[in-house]
């Protein structure tokens, strides 16, 4: 079974300083992976995604995440945060050969920058 | 603009009065899923559906059902409402590229209250 944790509920950082989202997942098969980004009542915006192709994979906005198959980790950084981060971010996993297509979310971390 | 519309935004529900959802996308994705958010446990599964006449069950299905008979149209029907279904919901849609899906493109939600 697939399954998908986030390692922090909440994450501060001061604006300018770098931004680190962890994200561990477990997986029978080679997963998809994604990371969305929900700002306050908001929907969800697609980061970034990872599909077996490049390792480091860059998104929106200056994000970028790095999967480590070795440690099953999928985490997403920023080098600078800006005010405008501040919002809650879910990492999702999937597997493209179950046929189903059904995505698991993390429970989200809701990142706080401060000014 | 092309994307996902729900209607209403908001609903405020009496227990055991019923309600549709309704949800749109003019995209053509073959891909429609109906989650819902609730605090600290992430998105979860109701219903979702592979094409045109085609639904499924997700993680949460109970006391919701869903039809598809377009590929554009995909409501959520809670049958009788009851207060554990106060919640945020997403209806999400994608495309299969090549047997992989593309990311999601999800709707702006709809805010359920049932008291």
């Known amino acids: 079974a697939q399954s998908v944790t986030q390692l922090d509920s909440h994450v501060s950082v001061s604006e300018g300083t770098p931004v680190l989202l962890r994200c561990n997942y477990s997986s029978s098969y080679s997963p998809s992976l994604f990371w969305y980004v929900q700002h306050p009542n908001k929907g969800l915006q697609l980061l970034l995604k990872?599909?077996?192709?490049?390792?480091l994979v860059k998104g929106i906005n200056g994000f970028e995440a790095e999967f480590k198959k070795s440690e099953t980790s999928f985490h997403l950084t920023k080098p600078s945060a800006h005010m405008s981060d501040a919002a809650e971010y879910f990492c999702v996993v999937t597997d493209p050969t179950s046929g189903t297509y059904k995505y698991i979310f993390g429970t989200g971390t809701r990142l706080k920058v401060l000014a | 603009n092309a994307g996902v519309t729900q209607t209403p935004k908001f609903q405020v529900l009496k227990t055991g009065q019923s309600m549709t959802l309704q949800c749109a996308q003019d995209m053509n994705h073959e891909y429609m899923s109906w989650y819902r958010q609730d605090p600290g446990m992430g998105l979860r599964l109701i219903h979702y559906s592979v094409g045109a006449g085609i639904t499924d069950q997700g993680e949460v299905p109970n006391g919701y059902n869903v039809s598809r008979s377009t590929t554009e149209d995909f409501p959520l029907r809670l049958l009788s409402a009851a207060p554990s279904q106060t919640s945020v919901y997403f209806c999400?849609?994608?495309?299969?590229?090549?047997?992989?899906?593309?990311?999601?493109?999800f709707g702006s939600g709809t805010r359920l209250t049932v008291v």
């Open positions: 999400a849609s994608s495309y299969f590229t090549g047997g992989d899906q593309d990311g999601y493109t």
């Open positions: 990872y599909t077996s192709a490049a390792t």
